[in-house]
């Protein structure tokens, strides 16, 4: 989104502020830059942007410490740095704020799945995510069903996995950034028959869907969405040559 002279008018106003060691325009400068105005962000506002999120988490604002964890996780505007993110994600797991208890302990839970530059932890990702799944947040849904999925921590269990893809997909409207990675899974179970009958005009539907919320996630600069996009692509691709095929035969 490009700043408009109005917004342009509100940093100088901020800026001032934060001179003043204003706490709430630190976080309101940082945040806007962050969530509204990413490409505007030089490597000069980006060090501020640490430095309001840091001063603002000494004087005990938790959600500038998940913001400072999803800025070293995600690597946009300063170097990625997993530890840091970790660090800074535990923190803010404390948080009043039950919403960024559950960003947090899902964010965490991705670093234990992943090994961001940590070992593997399954047994801590599961419990990670299980925080936030029993609040019925569709991200944690969809990790949890992946876990019983591969049989990570816990028994392999595929149609279990595929109970947990089809609550997540209940707790999303397409709109929302994990509808793209639960659409693919409930997509890839449909076609492969994993948990459920064979069923590719499911598999056609849901992959579909899943491409249109990945090149979305790619507009918005989500910096995992591209590597997952050729792989929805050939699953749909199969999906669409089996319709074709099944039409054919039916004619």
């Known amino acids: 989104m490009k700043m408009s002279n109005k ?34 962000v030089t490597p000069a506002i980006a060090k501020k942007m640490v430095t309001c999120y840091e001063t603002c988490l ?10 400072l964890g999803a800025m070293y996780y995600e690597g946009n505007f300063i170097p990625r740095d997993f530890r840091k993110a970790i660090k800074y994600y ?19 839970g991705y670093c234990y799945y992943y090994g961001r530059d ?55 409207y397409e709109t929302y950034p994990e509808y793209a990675d639960i659409a693919k899974r409930i997509g890839e179970c449909a076609l492969y028959g994993i948990g459920m009958e064979k069923d590719v ?3 056609l539907e849901m992959l579909a869907r899943s ?21 929805i692509q050939r699953m749909l691709n199969e999906a669409r040559a089996e319709v074709e095929r099944d039409l054919r035969l039916k004619q």
């Not at 003043?20 to 630190?26: H, K, P, R, V, Y």
């Not at 923190?91 to 899902?106: G, V």
Request: charged share 30%.
């Open 118 to 172: 940590i070992p593997v932890d399954n047994e801590k990702a599961f419990n990670c995510y299980m925080r936030a799944a029993v609040r019925r947040d569709a991200n944690a849904l969809y990790k949890i069903g992946d876990m019983y999925r591969y049989g990570r921590y816990v028994a392999k269990d595929e149609q279990l996995a595929l109970i947990f893809y089809r609550q997540a997909q209940c707790e999303v």
């Open 90 to 108: 535990e923190q803010a797991t404390a948080s009043d704020d039950e919403e960024i208890q559950i960003r947090a302990w899902n964010n965490l």
């Open 7 to 40: 917004d342009k008018y509100r940093i100088k106003v901020l800026e001032k502020k934060i001179a003043s060691d204003d706490l709430e325009a630190m976080m309101e400068y940082a945040e806007l830059y962050h969530g509204k105005f990413p490409e505007e």
């Open 58 to 67: 000494e004087a005990g604002n938790l959600t500038a410490a998940l913001n």
């Open 201 to 203: 005009h499911l598999a």
């Open 211 to 231: 491409e249109i919320a990945t090149y979305k996630k790619i507009k918005e600069r989500d910096p995992f969405a591209a590597s997952l996009l050729p792989k």
